[in-house]
């Protein structure tokens, strides 16, 4: 069946890295994506990475697809207080679009 | 300029009424999801329309029932609330055709029922 699932807390100091990880069952998924959600809001695109790639770095974020483990990380770099949120790993399954959320990681960047 | 809007943002009602919420979008896109997250955040897929057809329909309590009357909405009405429906829902859109099919997300709906 389908299942994604994150680590559901990290705290880390503001300007060090932060990795936050995935595992997901479906290896038939087309894209997976990384989600942010601030408190009181809807979810907002962070990035995205297609199937046939090993990593993906957009800015200050970088994602790492390993296929043969079905592992997926967000590493956000030079993280800041803004970035305090909780971030979600989705697959993509099926024809109509269909996301597969995890758990949610709740990131905590404290001074 | 809101691309997908949901009306009301907060609901709070008594077990066993009937309530709508209702989702918007102005981006042009052609279908359409309800998501329903808990308390703990879980978030879980609940129904999706394309072009005003039913696609996507999980196991969802039959008091829940979608409705779209065209592209652009797609509401949502619950009847006999119950105390496990409390949760926030949102709405999101996709294009049918896009590079990476992006969901946008609506700014969601905390319901309360009491």
């Known amino acids: 069946g389908e299942d994604v699932e994150q680590s559901l807390f990290l705290s880390v100091r503001e300007g060090d890295s932060s990795v936050i990880n995935c595992t997901y069952t479906d290896s038939s998924s087309t894209y997976l994506y990384w989600y942010k959600q601030e408190p009181g809001a809807g979810l907002q695109l962070l990035t995205y990475?297609?199937?046939?790639?090993d990593m993906k770095q957009d800015q200050r974020l970088t994602v790492l697809l390993n296929k043969k483990d079905k592992h997926l990380s967000l590493r956000i770099a030079d993280t800041q207080t803004g970035d305090s949120a909780i971030y979600f790993c989705a697959e993509r399954e099926g024809g109509y679009n269909k996301l597969i959320f995890g758990a949610g990681t709740r990131l905590a960047v404290h001074p | 300029d809101t691309a997908v809007s949901q009306t009301p943002k907060y609901l709070v009602t008594q077990m066993g009424n009937d309530k709508s919420i209702k989702c918007e979008q102005n981006l042009g896109h052609d279908t359409m999801y309800w998501y329903k997250q808990d308390s703990k955040k879980f978030l879980k897929i609940m129904f999706s329309?394309?072009?005003?057809?039913?696609?996507i329909n999980e196991t969802v309590p039959n008091r829940f029932s979608p409705k779209s009357p065209d592209k652009a909405h797609l509401n949502l009405h619950i009847n006999s609330l119950e105390l496990g429906d409390s949760a926030v829902y949102f709405c999101a859109s996709v294009p049918t055709s896009g590079s990476n099919n992006e969901q946008f997300f609506g700014p969601g709906t905390r319901l309360t029922v009491l």
């Open positions: 990475i297609f199937s046939n790639m």
């Open positions: 329309y394309n072009n005003k057809e039913l696609i």
